[in-house]
């Protein structure tokens, strides 16, 4: 499977305030962020739907997995690996983790060579089989992992945690 980088359209400093104030409240109507920026209703519906069409700007509700814990239940783990593949075998690497089900997010490092998997795990069981499932792929050399114990600051709307299958649906446009 190759990975290709999309094309994406010029913004200007409009989408990105349109999609800063979205970013603070999904929620406001397009009426209010007109009103707040000086321009039209129309003009923010269109700039929303090109941003939307474009792939860069997705309306959808964020769950913050370090409030959402039950504190009776075992809840959800973050864990992050930090994944050295041997010369030759990155794709195969890439291809293994992003078949399996538990990786939310995958990454190319800024290292070659190196992989970083984000895993939303229910318990610390899972944290042991999916570390162990990572180390059996062919092509590793090295893999580390790091559980989070705790969340200091997470800001969901810049960095939501996705799964691959929001990131392989194609973006909604919607009329509102």
């Not at 783990?77 to 995958?106: N, P, W, Y």
């Not at 318990?123 to 499932?133: D, F, I, P, R």
Request: hydrophobic share 45%; proline share 5%.
């Amino acid at each position: 499977m190759s990975i290709t980088t999309p094309e994406y359209p010029a913004t200007d400093p409009l989408d990105r305030d349109i999609a800063t104030m979205l970013a603070e409240d999904a929620r406001l109507s397009f009426r209010k962020i007109a009103a707040d920026l000086g321009v039209t209703e129309g003009t923010v519906r269109g700039r929303v739907k090109r941003l939307q069409a474009a792939g860069l700007l997705k309306l959808a509700p964020i769950v913050d997995i370090a409030r959402g814990r039950d504190p009776g239940a075992s809840g959800q783990h973050l864990m992050f690996v930090t994944i050295k593949c041997v010369s030759g075998k990155l794709e195969q690497v890439r291809d293994s983790l992003l078949a399996m089900s538990r990786v939310s997010a995958l990454y190319d490092a800024n290292a070659a060579l190196r992989l970083i998997a984000v895993f939303v795990l229910s318990s610390l069981e899972e944290a042991a089989e999916a570390t162990n499932a990572v180390l059996s792929l062919d092509g590793i050399r090295e893999a580390e992992t790091e559980l989070v114990l705790s969340t200091i600051k997470y800001n969901a709307a810049v960095g939501p945690i996705a799964t691959l299958e929001d990131l392989a649906t194609p973006p909604v446009v919607s009329d509102d």
